[in-house]
Nanobody, 119 residues
Framework: QVQLVESGGGLVQPGGSLRLSCAAS????????MGWYRQAPGKERELVAA???????NYADSVSGRFTISRDNAKNTVYLQMNSLKPEDTAVYYC?????????????WGQGTQVTVSS
C-alpha cells in the first residue's frame, strides 16, 4: 500500500504561481510512475503531468511550458510547479502513483488539493 498526501493548493490570481507537493509513504524508487491529475467541476479527471522512475516526463498540451513536474527521491516527494496560472487551471489536483507491472500493477491516489485561479 502506498499513501499519498498532497499539499500546496490554494487561491492565486491569474498569472501567479503555486507549487504542489505529494509525499509518498514509501520509497519512491519502488514507484514506476508518479503524476498529477486534475478534475474541474462537471469535467472528467485528466492527466496534467507524469514522471517515471527514470525521470522521463510528459505533460498535457494545456500546461506544457507552464508546469514542471519533478521528484526528490531522498524526500519521497513529487512536486508540480505551476506558473502563469489561468482561470481554466482551477480544479482539484490529485497525486497518482503506479507500482508493479502487468497484472501486478496497482494504482494509488491522494485525497486531492484544491487550486483556484481567480482575481
Amino acid at each position: 500500500q502506498v499513501q499519498l498526501v498532497e499539499s500546496g493548493g490554494g487561491l492565486v490570481q491569474p498569472g501567479g504561481s503555486l507549487r504542489l507537493s505529494c509525499a509518498a509513504s514509501t520509497n519512491i524508487f519502488s514507484i514506476n510512475t508518479m503524476g498529477w491529475y486534475r478534475q474541474a467541476p462537471g469535467k472528467e479527471r485528466e492527466l496534467v503531468a507524469a514522471i517515471t522512475s527514470t525521470g522521463s516526463t510528459n505533460y498535457a498540451d494545456s500546461v506544457s511550458g507552464r508546469f514542471t513536474i519533478s521528484r526528490d527521491n531522498a524526500k519521497n516527494t513529487v512536486y508540480l510547479q505551476m506558473n502563469s496560472l489561468k482561470p481554466e487551471d482551477t480544479a482539484v489536483y490529485y497525486c497518482h502513483a503506479v507500482t508493479g507491472w502487468g497484472r501486478f500493477e496497482s494504482h494509488y491516489w491522494g485525497q486531492g488539493t484544491q487550486v483556484t485561479v481567480s482575481s
